[in-house]
């Protein structure tokens, strides 16, 4: 069955770079139509979608993080990441990635697949 998992440190100090993997195993992420998009959810705030890597390679980052997210992969081993930069302790939140045979969305139910999220707590 398909599979996501999330990893990355759990504590990243203020003006850092958060750097997180997203697993997946089950399906390759060359999949034709197939998206893979990073969320994330503040606590006690709604997700928020960040951006895309697509089935060819090309990347769509919301404008909300534009300057400061970028989205890559690497096909050998099944892996997307994403790159933030310059964090604040607003970053703070339950990061996911999911995949859909589009993207943008920010309901879960709009996902074919979801990671057990990780979470990612912003402080010095």
């Known amino acids: 069955q398909v599979q996501l998992q999330e990893s990355g440190p759990g504590l990243v100090k203020p003006s850092h770079t958060l750097s997180l993997t997203c697993t997946v195993s089950?399906?390759?992420?060359?999949?034709?139509?197939?998206?893979w998009s990073w969320l994330r959810q503040p606590p006690g705030k709604a997700l928020e979608w960040m951006g895309v890597?697509?089935?060819?390679?090309?990347?769509v980052v919301s404008p909300f993080f534009s300057g400061r997210a970028s989205i890559s992969r690497d096909t050998t081993k099944s892996q997307v990441f994403l790159q933030l930069t310059s964090v604040i302790p607003e970053d703070t939140a339950v990061y996911y990635c999911?995949?859909?045979?589009?993207?943008?969305?920010?309901?879960?139910?709009?996902?074919?697949?979801w990671g057990q999220g990780t979470q990612v707590t912003v402080s010095s």
């Open positions: 999911a995949s859909a045979k589009t993207y943008g969305m920010e309901s879960r139910g709009q996902y074919d697949y």
């Open positions: 089950g399906i390759s992420i060359t999949t034709t139509d197939t998206y």
């Open positions: 890597i697509g089935f060819t390679g090309r990347t």
